[in-house]
């Protein structure tokens, strides 16, 4: 193994203004993830051809694959900083690894994009359980154990966005709220209480850039760093638009 790693950052200076590469010679360390590398640059900001650069920005939070935060595109595949590890991208990639932001979000700067619009379609299908008051309301309703079990991969879900960013219908031309709100609407429904919204929900999810415009490419199971089912998310909410779709005509 080499003493160092060539990483190759996209980098942009602010929005909507020109990106430029450069590279890095990192030195390597066993078991190095991405976001060693990002601060091995940080503390050493200094290119392959001598130049003295301001440190690569990135987001991240928790550091274990939790907040979503430091999603980017790593040698063309989106995915989490904190979890790619070096040593196994170079097993593929041996010459260089390459850092890119989010394709599908505005570019703030370098590796740093805002997420807004998947938060904007989460408020929209209501992603959380309404509540009329922080009081003591006793138990809650009792889940059948099975429902537990089929809500809980939705659960996990981290925000983070790599179902949008290879989602070929979430666009900058398109209004689809892509499929993590699509997965977050069919969660809250199926919740006892959440379920009291569920018409709310509905005429989003049956609206303009809901259900409708997925084409069901299936590319957001494939990089979900959650292995969440999404496809069987987006069938469930599939089924429900129809039903809400009759029962709006026949009581119109």
């Known amino acids: 193994m080499s003493e160092t790693v060539t990483i190759a950052v996209k980098r942009q ?6 990106s ?6 990192v030195a390597h360390e066993p078991g190095m993830n991405i976001t060693t590398a990002l601060q091995w640059i ?39 900083a904190c979890t790619a590890l070096v040593d196994r991208l170079l097993e593929d990639q041996p010459d260089q690894i390459t850092l890119e932001p989010m394709s599908k ?10 997420r807004s619009r998947m938060f904007e379609s989460l408020r929209r299908v ?10 003591d309301r006793g138990a ?23 179902c949008v960013d290879a989602c070929p219908q979430f666009n900058d031309k398109s209004d689809f709220i892509g499929p993590a709100a699509i997965s977050q609407g069919v969660l809250f429904n199926e919740h006892p209480i959440g379920r009291f919204d569920a018409d709310k929900r509905m005429a989003v999810i049956a609206g303009a ?19 969440i089912p999404l496809v069987q998310s987006i069938a469930k ?4 638009a129809t039903t809400y779709a009759i029962k709006r005509f026949f009581h119109a």
């Open 13 to 18: 200076d602010k929005p909507h203004g020109g």
């Open 20 to 25: 430029r590469w450069e590279k890095y010679a």
């Open 42 to 80: 940080a503390a050493h900001p200094v290119t392959v051809d001598g130049k003295h650069t301001a440190p690569v920005a990135y987001d991240a939070n928790c550091l274990e694959e939790v907040c979503g935060a430091c999603t980017m595109r790593i040698n063309g595949r989106v995915r989490q």
């Open 105 to 114: 979000f505005p570019v703030v700067r370098d590796l740093q994009v805002d």
């Open 126 to 135: 209501r992603a959380w359980v309404p509540v009329d008051g922080y009081f």
């Open 140 to 162: 809650g309703p009792q889940i059948s154990q099975d429902a537990q079990e089929a809500a809980y991969p939705l659960t996990t879900c981290m925000t983070c966005g790599c």
């Open 209 to 227: 850039g809901g259900i409708a415009d997925c084409g069901n490419a299936q590319n957001c199971v494939k990089v979900c760093p959650k292995n």
């Open 237 to 240: 909410a599939g089924r429900a």
